[in-house]
């Protein structure tokens, strides 16, 4: 495996964990968590709003860090 698979693997594996956590934690088992007011809002909110920028932040550095090796 080389750098360019390891870097897009680790990505994948921090995404994969905070989406299926997220997922989890706004099912029906774990509503109670869910809803538990964060800053005036659900938690389950922020934890939607955060699995979107994290995945903005993870495209962003892989296009970057691709871009920095096809430029080398």
Known sequence: MNNKEK??????????V??????????ATFK???????AGMPLAIWGGLLVI???VIITR???KKMDS????
Not at 18 to 27: D, H, K, N, P, R
Not at 32 to 38: G, K, R
């Open 7 to 16: 870097f897009s693997a680790i990505l994948l594996a921090v995404f994969t």
């Open 18 to 27: 905070l989406y299926f956590g997220i997922a989890l934690m706004v099912s």
């Open 32 to 38: 109670d968590i869910a809803a538990t007011d964060v």
């Open 53 to 55: 920028i994290t995945g």
């Open 61 to 63: 550095m892989y296009l």
């Open 69 to 72: 090796e096809e430029n080398e």
